[in-house]
């Protein structure tokens, strides 16, 4: 029998040597088994658990993007990494802000928990949830919510609650989920993603002579109401068009109710794409596709008397600046403002997206078809179009009470059904009883 060299026994010695160096740090670093098992043994961990405020997502030097502070203010790495790809993906800066916020979320909660968020597992994202469902949301100083009904009597929405929303909760851990697949990418963070806690492909070992087990939702995953969307009836609206206190305003909200825009499409109008003459817009969809949108004859004349006063946009230059000081271009933040002043005296809740779904359901109560309408909105599916059609439950009784109200009484019926009955032919019917 042939005896090995001795430098493949000293190869495989260092290789060994190394491969052990490797995965004792990563052991000690992720606490894989003892950690695990201490943690498990906590269960009330989410219970009466104080958060802190801490850490802060601000808008990026140099590169468009956001950065993510931790509590002791310095920018985190991990987080910065993922929220550039993000934005070379081509993600709306709104987009991109969401995400940050989602994932700043859940570092207050590692933080509080005293684990770092390399070494975060299924029990943390489990804890997490729990944590989520019962504790008050953190809001900046300009949106605290009120503790009031849970309706608006005005609109008959619901209020925005003091607690995180299904949906809230949903988006957080969608996004911690992304966060932490693009770290096992890179070669960061734990071994195995806290929050994949369905791996493989669905039913891949399935048994072909037993029936499929329908499963709702992902783990985790918090049930969500189905809301119908509502639009603003014409008396209410036009309250909320009375409140406006400038020209621009007004015709931003023209805009919104007469073409179908997305809030920020329509803030990112330039003077190019303003064509008066045929009474378009040009807006720019998700995806970065250019769109001419017909609006209301009215929404231009407001637009006209706003140029009046401000001048007319250029090409390239921004339709919508602000009123106060050095004029900038009109933010989000700053048009949810206008609408949150008229909110305020009129005791509603009305947003931006309700002018959306008012376009949508008036033009399909005007005959359009759901394809013409699904072109306006920009959706990709019909299936997003057609929620627009189902009718209200308001709007189903008040059609049933006109129904009633619209028969004639059997006095007036003149149709045989409405005729009575015979004394004498009912006696020959029942055999002369």
Known sequence: MRSLPDDLFTGLSGWLTARVAAWEEPCQRHA????????????????????????????????????????????????????????????????????????????????????????ATSLEARDFVL????????????????????????????????????????????VCKEFYAFQLRVGEGPIVNPFELRRGRSHAHHD??????????????????????????????????RRLRSNRDRALVAFYVSSGARASELLGLTGDRVNVGDQLIGVYRKGGQL??????????????????????????????LTLRGEPRPLTYEAMRAVLRGCNDLLGSNWTLHDLRHTFA??????????????????HQSLTTTTIYAVPHMEEVIEHYRTHLSSRTSPADDSSPAGQPYNPDELRVLWGNQ
């Open 208 to 241: 072909p002579q037993r029936e499929f087990a329908f499963v709702r939702r992902q783990p985790l995953r918090q049930r969500e109401a189905h809301r119908m969307p509502r639009s603003i009836p014409d008396g209410k609206f036009n309250d909320l068009f």
């Open 32 to 119: 894989l088994v003892m950690d695990f098992w201490d943690r498990s043994s906590d269960r009330q961990r989410a219970e009466g658990l104080t958060v802190a405020n801490v850490g802060r997502v601000i808008p990026r030097s140099g590169v468009p993007g956001f950065v993510v502070l931790d509590a002791k203010g310095e920018e985190f790495a991990p987080a910065t990494e993922y929220l550039l790809e993000l934005t070379a993906t081509d993600r709306s800066p709104q987009t991109v802000r969401t995400y940050a916020l989602s994932l700043l979320r859940f570092l207050r909660f590692l933080w509080a928990v005293g684990v770092s968020w390399e070494q």
């Open 131 to 174: 944590w989520a469902r019962q504790a008050e949301k953190f809001v900046g100083n300009r949106n605290v919510p009120q503790r009031r009904g849970s309706r608006n009597l005005v609109t008959g929405k619901r209020h925005l609650g003091m607690r995180y929303s299904p949906s809230t909760i949903n988006h957080t851990t969608t």
């Open 361 to 378: 359901i008036r033009a399909l109560e005007g005959g359009m078809g759901l394809h013409e309408v699904q072109e306006l909105l920009g």
């Open 291 to 320: 769109q001419w949108l017909p609006a209301a004859p009215d929404a231009f004349v407001w637009l006209r008397l706003y140029q009046l006063e401000g001048g007319v946009a250029g090409p390239d230059e921004p339709v919508w």
